[in-house]
């Protein structure tokens, strides 16, 4: 006689997700405002560094030109908050497929 082992499928939790999402929304959006508001002085810098006769100095000024430092940010944002809902639309479908079978 074989056993068969029966596990238990529920629902997942939403309500954490739902706060880790908001504070991830809300940390993003803060550190796209600090960056907003130090922008100017930084690449201002950044020019100047330009100036400098070296081309080590020149290859950083135009990397921090050229980067999208806010655009960086929404990026791990968003992925953030996938590692944070995709897992929980997997339990659910899992969930409502449990439910069909039963």
Do not use: C
Request: positive net charge.
């Amino acid at each position: 006689m074989t056993r068969v082992l029966q596990t238990e499928v529920r629902m997942p939790s939403w309500k954490w997700r739902l706060a880790v999402s908001i504070l991830t929304i809300v940390v993003a959006w803060m550190l796209i405002f600090a960056y907003g508001t130090v922008q100017g002085p930084l690449e201002a810098h950044a020019a100047v560094q330009q100036l400098e006769d070296n081309a080590s100095a020149y290859a950083a000024s135009r990397t921090w030109a050229a980067s999208d430092i806010a655009g960086a940010i929404k990026w791990i944002a968003s992925v953030a908050l996938g590692f944070i809902w995709v897992p929980f639309f997997a339990g659910a479908a899992r969930y409502a497929a449990a439910q069909e079978k039963s």
